[in-house]
């Protein structure tokens, strides 16, 4: 009798450890991406100042997905409720170094889950645009990359927003919808307060750099669409602005992507993909690429679009695009003659060996990068990438 209740208690316990293990989870997860990269950039100015190479060859990380790893967690509440947080760490896996020195500079939120409400979250994550950019090109590819072109907002483009709070409906019938708002990059988010001048009078000092990122998605069967809108305030200086549309429609055989947007006052998140060698040197009178971006007394304004192609091949998948920016930078109050549109053509192909494997290469080419005219691009490599 002692040993029967025994043997219940026991089977009670592992029940009960079981119920506990379904309501509350912390995941480990992580992507691993590495291979071999050749890259070729060569300037020819409108000075004829002579010709101006850069070659890199070697391991190359973080080309078909970007080496990361995370914690992932999820409490049941109850009523269809959990509560949830990520934590997310990217790495350079030819170093062993992180990408920045923050601790979780990828993602790092904790929010509230509804199947019914949708998901609130509080932290740095991903925007709108981000999230809606059914464009789905090459990642991480550098001149092939979308980034290149859109900036960091867009055509699933990896933008992330400081201090932010954001919401995403369930998804209804194929649409959904993210609000998010960001309070500034430091830690006192959007600030604003007054100060009593020498005179005696009270002035005014603001130090917003606030965000907002709105989105809308609608995906069901072939079709899917998405539409971004960002803004970044920066005070008393023109707000950066972006939007963004994208589309795709699967027609087995091949999938069309389409994207267009428009940047004004300059470009959030953008990497223009130029060695830093080509900034200093290009020209005495050619300021940095990113900081002529900045609002300022210049109003830039860039037009982008981008076209995708791909199809089942071999048991993997080809993919071709072409992708393109034309910008006001010509304008004789800005780069003049030194100013060019960017046009970036890419092509890859990736193989699954396992659900988790995947074995890829890629190429693209490049010219006017970074707006610069005559400044051009060529790479190739090949890798492979492991999720866990």
Sequence with gaps: MKKTLLAAALLAGFATAGVAQ?????????VVDSGYGYQNFKYNGPDGAGEMRQTKSGVRGDVNAGNRWGLRGSEDLGDGLRAIFTLEQGFNLGSGEFHSDRQWHRQSFLGLSSDDWGTFTIGRQYSAGSAF???RGPNGMSMGDNETVFGGVGVASADRVDNSFRYATPNLS????????GTGTGTGGDTVGRYKG?????????????RVSVGLGYNNGPIGIGLSYDRQSNGDRDAITNWVISGAYDFEVIKLMLAFGQD???????????PAIF????APDLPNVNSVLEPGDHSFKANNYAVGLSAPVGGGSLYAGWSHSNSNLDDSDAWGRYAG???TYQINYRYPLSKRTTVYAYGSYGTNLGYVRDLKGTEAGLGLTHAF
């Design 22 to 30: 379904a309501e509350t989870s912390v995941t480990l997860y992580g």
């Design 133 to 135: 950019g059914v464009y």
């Design 174 to 181: 194929g649409f959904n919808a993210i609000l998010m708002y």
């Design 198 to 210: 020498v005179g005696g009078d009270w002035e005014d000092y603001a130090n917003r750099g606030n």
């Design 264 to 274: 004004r006052h300059g470009k959030l998140g953008w990497d223009p993909k130029v």
């Design 279 to 282: 900034n200093l040197t290009i």
């Design 341 to 343: 549109n960017i046009n």
